[in-house]
């Protein structure tokens, strides 16, 4: 699986559009972009994922760019209950395909 | 509809000790990963089970070894337990129809906290 990079925190003011970049340059043409959160003392939980068109569900938005060497997880209205650690993973499809995750990035929201 | 549900919760062990950590999958799922999380860092592949066999392992020792019950639930079990062992450990669900993983992503338990002293 591509590795990718995120920075390891950003802040964000609630209400606000909380925007999470992540590299994946050496993606490959069938991996997948996967964003999961973790908030402290959870289990990772999935928020979205997508191939090269953007996607929006009721959670986020993700922005992937046409050469898909990099994306960008938008929570809209950011709420405290937004705080969390977000992992940008790069996986291929199937079943047994497994998760590797990095540090991901610490998001704080803030009143 | 539960969610995927691990036990104990927390659990404190002596080095040398052997631990056995369990998870039941979420309804209609059929297949089993376990990760380990250590403080700070982001979850690391142990295994994976899919019709109560290994499929896929990550980078452990052998002394991490795994088993999925006919029920789907599954275990792992750490033998000769060390200091560096203290970790969160999570295990995810998924269903091997098709495109769930896709759609839907894995469900992953809340962890049990291992702490070796």
């Given at each position: 699986d591509a590795k990718t990079t995120q920075p390891p925190s950003m802040d964000c003011a609630e209400g606000r559009a909380a925007?999470?970049?992540?590299?994946?340059?050496?993606?490959?043409?069938?991996?997948?972009?996967?964003?999961?959160?973790?908030?402290?003392s959870q289990g990772p939980q999935y928020i979205i994922h997508g191939l090269k068109n953007n996607e929006t569900n009721e959670?986020?938005?993700?922005?992937?760019?046409?050469?898909?060497?990099?994306s960008t997880l938008i929570l809209p209205h950011a709420t405290l209950r937004d705080t969390a650690v977000y992992y940008c993973i790069v996986r291929t499809t199937g079943t047994a395909s497994k998760l590797t995750f990095g540090t991901g990035t610490r998001l704080q929201v803030t009143l | 509809d539960a969610g995927v549900t691990q036990s104990p919760t927390h659990l404190i062990k002596t080095r040398g000790q052997q631990v056995t950590l369990r998870c039941s999958p979420k309804s209609g799922h059929d297949t089993v990963s376990w990760y380990q999380q250590a403080l700070?860092?982001?979850?690391?592949?142990?295994?994976q089970y899919y019709e109560e066999e290994e499929r896929q392992r990550g980078n452990f020792p052998d002394r991490f070894s795994g088993h999925q019950f006919p029920n789907y639930s599954s275990e792992l079990n750490v033998n000769a337990l060390l200091l560096g062992d203290s970790a969160l450990y999570l295990c995810a669900s998924s269903?091997?129809?098709?495109?769930?993983?896709?759609l839907y992503g894995y469900t992953f338990g809340s962890g049990t906290r291992l702490t070796v002293v």
């Open positions: 925007n999470l970049p992540c590299n994946h340059s050496t993606i490959s043409g069938n991996e997948y972009v996967y964003w999961y959160r973790q908030i402290h959670m986020a938005s993700l922005i992937i760019t046409e050469d898909r060497k990099s | 700070g860092q982001g979850p690391q592949f142990i295994f269903s091997t129809l098709l495109y769930a993983v896709e």
